[in-house]
């Protein structure tokens, strides 16, 4: 059956084009580049910013600097794969301006074909050589890591590409454990770059310890693309099927677009399990083929609609590595150049990370991603500034539940996070705001970017300061990836419960070094931020108005009670009714309601006053039977409670019984 609904659009974000983010100065650098150059000094740098920033060339700034002026002597980079080596080849910096050139010799670029552990000699001899400069995958490093001791890195600075590939977790990143082994054992120098610092499976990068080490410079994403030259505006949606995919791409597939289309892993619920025929049933709806060209792969498809030649990449076809490889060469080497090289690649895991194409301009991506990391590599690749390429589009091509298949729940969760990861986006994609506390008698007019707050807790120590100028996308994408928390994003869980408790809870595992005090400050930091970045703005005259809860306030009346009455991600649930059948709806509400949502005691005590209230106004307690979400959670509470004072009256009896 087809998709019956056209995509849905719930980001759609336009920028300046200020042309700051890409103009660069005396010294050859842009923006963000300026910013991290101004922390040369620091021992370990951590460099946060989007694709297509300038991260690489940032490196080789503050590398130069601490090899010519710090006293180092070996600059190592590591990359995650062969193919993002070349992003820091040889680089002429003096013809725009700087002091010294970026050189590589070829037997220092480790990212030519040959396995990794073959090539730790190279690297040995390389640290006992006189050279300075070495490129390496993570990989060749962790091979290189174990040979040697730590202290064999002294005098160098050692540069991660890609930094979320790093985890705290030791058992199964070992480049992790070496890193800390290193920063413990030696006088290294490290420079860790990353354009998404989550990671998918929720574990963090490095231990609170260790990132306390580092100094952050981050360049967001809203800086990067408001400060373009071409690119205006992103649009960021979904498009809900029933059936095969295959048989719904056609309605999202745009042919007058650069378009990349990620297929789903074989292993997804999304996935035929057969790749080939899926990508031969998307040539089919593309045109007929003409030719395919024997040195580069490229087919070359007459549309069926205009009649006009399209060029197609297939980089899912894996049977022939030799022509998948002339494949990529050509894409990475001419296409990459040239407009018309190609106008669809089709990619199964790849055509992501550290992957050029500047003039793509709509991601199709099918089924939900779990990663949100992998979802911000993948929208990074359609948002590089690029002439004739005014707007980038990423769609989510997502199945809708069937009450006739059996995983239902896990297609309503996926459903659900993939709608919460765009309204992360969302979040991110938007300009930033400076909060502060509106004191009683504050009649002073807020400066640009600034918001006053009634009853709002500004940061009292410098770690809640750090945690809000660096983390807070951070802090928000593992709220949003909590399990509890996406049902509560749907409206099972009132406003002011998932505000007050869910939230909290989530920050004291994720900060375990707070103290309440700097929770409750950083708590309020991602509400109101959030709160305000997905509210709707309306200029009336000289005030100006932000929709909450279906109405307008003044934001110059804005307290912390009323944003902490407003679920701050509740458009989730609001994206899904605009955007699937009655029916369907009906069946996710019913799904989100029957999943258990399991109580903790500080979530029923945070609901007793509002129980209270519900039986003053309805004269009766809340009903556990009722159709109403809200009242069944109240009831829910109540019977909680009701059973832990009659355990603990149990307890108490059975204690006086046992002293008389």
């Known amino acids: 059956m087809n998709a019956i609904n056209k995509p849905v659009n719930i980001v759609n974000v336009t920028y300046a084009q200020t042309k700051a983010s890409v103009n660069t100065d005396a010294l050859g650098m842009r923006e963000m580049q300026q910013r991290v150059f101004e922390q040369r000094d620091a021992r370990h740098l951590l460099v946060k910013a989007p694709p297509a920033s300038g991260k690489s060339r ?37 013809t725009h ?10 037997k220092h670029n480790l990212c030519d074909p040959g396995s990794s552990a073959g090539k730790v000699d190279a690297f040995i001899e390389f640290l006992e050589g006189p050279d300075a400069v070495l490129v390496c995958t993570h990989a060749t490093l962790r091979f290189a890591f174990e040979k040697l001791a730590p202290e064999s890195f002294n005098g160098a600075v050692l540069a991660i590409d890609e930094f979320h590939h790093v985890s ?29 610092y989550f990671r998918g499976d929720s574990v963090p990068v490095l231990s609170p310890e260790d990132e306390a080490k580092f100094t952050p410079v981050t360049f967001n994403y809203y800086d990067q693309l408001n400060g373009y030259a071409h690119l205006r505006s992103l649009g960021i949606g979904h498009h809900f099927y029933q059936g095969r995919y295959t048989d719904a791409i056609h309605e999202v597939l745009d042919l007058d677009k650069k378009t990349i289309v990620h297929i789903p892993s074989v292993n997804s619920g999304e996935s035929t399990k057969d790749k080939i025929e899926e990508v031969g049933r998307i040539i089919d709806a593309i045109g007929h083929v003409e030719s395919t060209d024997p040195d580069t792969g490229i087919i070359s498809m007459r549309r069926q609609d205009t009649g006009e030649i399209v060029r197609v990449a297939d980089l899912v076809d894996d049977t022939d590595q030799k022509k998948r490889g002339d494949t990529l060469h050509y894409l990475s080497h001419t296409a990459s150049k040239e407009r018309d090289g190609v106008d669809i690649i089709i990619a199964l895991g790849m055509a992501k990370e550290g992957f050029d194409w500047p003039f793509a301009e ?14 911000i590599q993948i929208i990074g690749r359609v948002t590089r500034d690029s002439p004739a390429k005014s707007h980038a589009q990423f769609t989510n091509l ?8 059996g995983e ?34 504050d009649d002073a007019p807020a400066k640009r970017g600034e918001l006053k707050i009634k009853g709002f807790k500004e940061p009292s120590s410098d770690r809640v300061m750090q945690i809000v100028a660096t983390d807070l996308n951070d802090l928000k994408a593992t709220i949003l990836q909590d399990d509890t928390f996406a049902r509560a994003a749907a409206g099972s869980v009132d406003a002011e419960t998932t505000n007050r408790v869910l939230i909290p809870k989530i920050i004291r595992e994720k900060y375990p070094d707070l103290n309440e005090e700097q929770v409750e400050e950083v708590r309020q930091q991602v509400v109101v931020d959030s709160v305000i970045k997905n509210g709707e703005v ?8 932000i929709k909450m809860a279906e109405k307008f306030v003044n934001i110059d009346e804005l307290n912390i009670n009323l944003i902490d009455s407003v679920n701050p991600f509740q458009r989730a649930f609001e994206v899904l009714s605009k955007s699937v059948t009655p029916s369907v709806l009906r ?10 949502v399991e109580l903790s005691e500080e979530e029923a005590l945070s609901l007793f006053p509002k129980i209270k209230t519900w039986k003053q106004v309805h004269g009766k307690n809340p009903d556990i039977r009722s159709e109403d979400p809200t009242e069944k959670r109240l009831a829910a509470a109540l019977l909680f409670l009701q059973k832990l004072a009659a355990q603990r009256k149990a307890e108490k009896a059975s204690t006086e019984t046992v002293v008389e």
């Open 587 to 596: 069946l996710i509400q019913d799904t989100i309601t029957s999943t258990k």
């Open 97 to 106: 301006g700087f002091w010294a050139d970026w050189e590589v010799k070829d």
């Open 168 to 196: 705290a977790d030791t058992e199964t990143s070992r480049l992790g454990a070496l890193l800390r082994d290193v920063m413990k054992g030696s006088d290294v120098h490290i420079v860790a770059m990353t354009g998404s």
């Open 362 to 375: 709509h991601a199709l991506t099918v089924g939900y991603r779990a990663s949100l990391t992998e979802v």
């Open 538 to 545: 309306r200029e009336v005259g000289d005030k100006r108005f």
């Open 398 to 405: 997502i199945a809708e539940p069937d009450a006739s298949q």
């Open 58 to 94: 940032a490196l080789m700034f503050v590398a130069l600097d601490k090899l010519y002026n710090q006293g180092r002597k070996k600059i190592i980079v590591a990359v995650p794969e062969r193919s993002i080596g070349a992003s820091f080849a040889s680089t002429s910096l003096t």
């Open 408 to 441: 239902v729940k896990v297609s309503v969760n996926n459903m659900l996070k993939a709608i919460t990861a765009s309204l992360l986006m969302e979040q991110v994609l938007a300009p930033n705001f400076n909060f502060k506390t509106k004191k009683f008698d």
